[in-house]
């Protein structure tokens, strides 16, 4: 540089933030979120078209696989929530009821197809661990649903788990004990 070049004094940089996958809000980033976590994101949409406009699942399913970022989401796990949720309402429903402290029309859309992917998962992807299941369903009550509906979702499927997965949660409870 000359020292007829005019310099400007550089403004400081603010701190670097943690890179914790988490937003302000606390919830994940979308680039922190796994294929089953993004199917359940689509799942949850869908399943909230089903019940507020009671639409057609395959009618949903078309206009949800052209939404964007679909393509990173597990689809075969989307479509078992998807079609497996609305196939089998009225017994998930019937499993959920009798731990709602008010009518199932009074729930939140969100918060009942929350549930609905919960009590899913609880009774058909054993693959997935019950907490997770558990874990994913607050999080998903947590970035789509009302202020407190995810202590909602956690009591109803934390109420369901020891029925759904009775060996699974009975053995965590056992492994907890011990290590007290």
């Known amino acids: ?9 550089s403004a400081p940089r603010p701190p670097k ?3 914790t996958g988490l937003k302000s809000t606390g919830t994940r980033k979308a680039a922190s979120k796994s294929n089953r976590s993004r199917a359940r994101e689509f799942a949850l949409q869908a399943l909230y078209q089903h019940l507020v406009g009671g639409n057609d699942a395959h009618a949903i399913d078309a206009f949800t696989r052209d939404l964007a970022g679909f393509h990173k989401a597990d689809s075969a796990h989307y479509d078992a ?27 939140s859309p969100i918060e009942h197809a929350t549930m ?27 970035e789509f649903g009302g202020t407190d509906g995810h202590k909602y979702v956690n009591a109803v499927l934390n109420g369901l788990a020891p029925k759904l997965r009775a060996m699974e949660v009975a053995a965590d409870k056992a492994a907890g004990a011990g290590a007290a």
């Open 1 to 9: 540089m000359s020292e007829n070049t005019p310099t400007t004094p």
């Open 17 to 19: 933030q943690a890179r």
């Open 116 to 142: 609905w992917i919960g009590v899913y998962e609880f009774q058909h992807c054993l693959d997935v661990p019950w907490r997770v299941v558990l874990n994913e369903c607050i999080e998903l009550a947590k």
């Open 81 to 107: 929530l998807l079609h497996g949720c609305i196939a089998t309402a009225g017994e998930m429903d019937l499993l959920i009821t009798p731990l709602l402290d008010r009518k199932m029309a009074e729930i």
